[in-house]
């Protein structure tokens, strides 16, 4: 009788486990269907699944459309935005983990506070600024808003990480003769590297994905996504499909390579 | 040698000299454009203060539509994500062969971006896209589903809820089951001992005890759905208007900066509000006596 | 109340045998002890009975009836865990009322029961805190009021005592045993603390390895251990071991030879020329004031080491190449690496064979 109920169970329980896989999985294998299906296939209604694939609509894409250079600014915003962010955040968030001083608690309170501010809509008056400064449609120019953007991701990351080496080590290695300075470099950096890595493609995702303040910043240095809501939606349907596909393989291979780490880092940067 | 005495200056500068260029960094990029965005706000084109702005905002159709659009769309979109999030981060909880596995799964569209899912979802629902390809092979319906165009608004509005519910269900779902990871397994094997049923442990312990947690979910999640816009203006355009979506048309197809400071600034009033609401609402009370 | 009776119960993590082919009864209304190091498979096997975890083999039985596979809620039985458990959302009222619930007993019952347990408890004016307002001690008694409300077949405890203070500790401990003796109920109470489990078992089982190495009254495993394991894990400081070789009548250790009893000899006849494990606990070796006793062996060593523990003194004493421990009562002292005589009780001498049974 028990039994019967827990093989019963159990069966519920897988049938609602492959339910979920299939409601996230079928959409995201469609768009990779469709992104190199032949438009034939996929006009076709009487043909569900298309079965001749092509890489025609990544090419009019990349060359044709010439996405090829949104993309490149995509990535190269994305790397500046890393680089921005970690050269500032790395500094705070360590100052945090390991100074206790006044003021320190009213730092994580803005930094907490920052993160669910909607900065997005900083991306209006920043584009008013830029024109002043000269930054206006440069990849320079998304790369610092969207660095803004990521700071207090990173700097929570971060924090979280370099509190999850023991202080100890270092003291250990201060002990023994190194500065402060050098025990950073020396112990506790390559210590938390696997973690900077992850907070790093983190990051990489939060700038590729970002839509909104890279298109108000931007006219003609487009990133991918940003182009994409201009002129993309104007082309033909396998191309928009060619898009996506470009836009959701990074992420793909964040959440492969980095999926230790996804649970808590999301879990941090949400909390 | 040794350490400095506790009087050395420098070395107390140490912890803010760190924080010093993040500081600087949010206060020219975060604190200056928003005092920039309430002047842009409050000035007219030839910059004398008005509030012409705010006036001819709200003597206009769409604000008052994507006013009502952007809750509209919160209050479907996030009861749903909840009760989602809640079943799958249960269903992981309990536990079985290949239970991670299915975690990271659930995790993908945490990585996927706005206008990526729109996309996805797009060719989903499109005349000639698999939802209609299959349900008139099956024989379903005779004619294709419109989900796109002014025509079949309400379609869109479905579309629009089902790329969301999709997308950022997730983001729900990381932090519920983070805080059911917290719950320590003593507690709920409590219940069992106890008598509960499994009906009874979920109602008795494992929600009490997530309130916290799904609380905080649901904040974040109101929050980013009063920023919702890509998903919106590739699936709908500006038929179903929502703040963001004003904020960027305002800006880069009207560009009239005024007008968009004027819908940047409400989505961050209107955000703030929401948060400090949500905090002076639900606190759990248990927490708050004592420690 | 009834008798739990455990058949070739065996659970496997992975690799691991946690629990290997366990035979067990415990007796109606009895306070059994499993006692064990960390990893040797008492809570594991606890959870099996309590059914929170399901064994890979072998059966549960509560008197006649098999439980194996029953969930917890249908076994009535009540647990105090390590960590407490009890909930933080809930008074202390609603947790012990919690079990009452369960069994939809009526209102006025669960107010009268968990009155009762709150007063036996000695936590009456607790009932409208919250765990977090309660200090560890209060928690723990919490946990055991919830345990005893609904008058459980079976009474499991998971180590409770082992998050409080020593002072509390030694407290709690003759209460639990006291409320047992009570209420009366069939009680399994996990431990890796032998002064826990000698003061307050009716019987103990000792587990090393996912096996029971001995079942016996406290008296019975301290004194006549049936293994080197058990010998070893209970008594501090620890039996005194070395091994020795059986010959004429003698035990040949190299160092020193010692002289059976007349019973020993009898017993280890068949053992002529086989190298023996010989234990003796630190008590059974005196120095010659505070030696007592017959069959008394005089030894010559150095003093290596002393502990001074207040009531007593432990001597670390160096005979050729092995190290004794005795245990004396009162102080003692002597300058480190001199010459001592201490004196080895034989009448308390522990033999085991090579497999590490007890052969005495």
Known sequence: MYRWQQALTRIALYAAAVMVSAWVLTPIALIFISAFAVPEDYYDVGKVIPTEFTLENIRVLLFELREWRTTLNSIAVALLTIAVSFTLGLPASYSLARYVFPGRDGFKLLILS??????????VPLAELYIRLGLSDTILGVALAHASLALPFVVLITYSIFVSIPVEYEEAAMVFGLTRAEAFFKITLPMALPGLAAAAMFTFVISWNEVFVA????????????DILVTVLTAPDPYKFAAAFIMVMPAITFVFIARRYLVTMWGISLR | ???????????????????????????????YPIVYAVKLAFTSESGSLTLSNFRSLTSDMYFWEALKYTFLLAGVIIPLQAALALGVSLLLYRGFKGANLCLYVFLIPLTIS?????????????????????????????????????????????????????????IVFVILFAGLQMIGRDYIEAADVFGASTWQKIRYVILPMLKPSFQSAIIIRTLFAMQVFAVVWILAGRDIPVLAGEAYYWQSDVRNPHIAACYALLVAVISIALGWMYLKLFKPRYLEEGR | MVEVKLENLTKVFGKVVAVDHINLTVRDGEFLVLLGPSGCGKTTTLRCIAGLEAPDEGRVYFDEE???YLPPRDR?????????????????????????????????????????????????????RYPHQLSGGQRQRVAVARAIVVEPKVLLMDEPLSNLDALLRVLMRSELKKLQRRIKVTTIYVTHDQVEAMTMADRIAVMNEGRIMQVGSSTEVYDRPENLFVAGFIGSPRMNFFDATVRDGELDAEDFKLKLTPEQARALSGMEGKTVTVGIRPEHIYTPDSAKGESLQELDGTLDFFEQLGSDTVLHVRVGGKLLLAKISGRYTADLGSRIKVLLDLSKLHIFDKAGRSVL
Do not use: C
């Not at chain 2, 500081?23 to 975060?30: C, D, E, P, R, S």
């Not at chain 3, 809930?90 to 347990?117: C, G, H, Q, T």
């Open chain 2, 114 to 170: 706005d206008v990526a899912a729109a996309l996805i979802w797009y060719n989903m629902l499109t005349g000639s896209g698999y939802l209609n390809k299959v349900l008139l092979k099956l024989g379903l319906i005779s004619q294709p589903i419109h989900f796109f165009g002014y025509a079949y608004r309400s379609m869109e509005a479905v579309a629009i809820v089902v790329t969301e519910v999709w997308r950022a269900t997730a």
């Open chain 3, 76 to 128: 009535d039985i009540s647990m105090v865990f390590q960590s407490y458990a009890i909930w933080p959302h809930m008074s202390v009222y609603e947790n012990i009322a919690f079990p009452l619930k369960m069994r939809k007993a009526p209102a006025s019952e669960i107010d009268e029961k968990v009155k009762w347990a709150a007063e036996l408890l000695r936590i009456g004016e607790l009932l409208d």
């Open chain 2, 1 to 31: 040698m040794g350490v400095k005495p506790p009087s050395s200056n420098f070395s107390k500068l140490i912890p803010y000299l760190l924080l010093l260029p993040t500081l600087m960094y949010l206060l020219f990029f975060v604190g």
């Open chain 3, 66 to 68: 098999d439980v194996t």
């Open chain 1, 114 to 123: 920052l993160r669910m501010f909607p900065l997005m809509v900083l991306g």
């Open chain 1, 215 to 226: 298109s108000i910043l931007t006219l003609m240095r487009r990133t991918l996504p940003a």
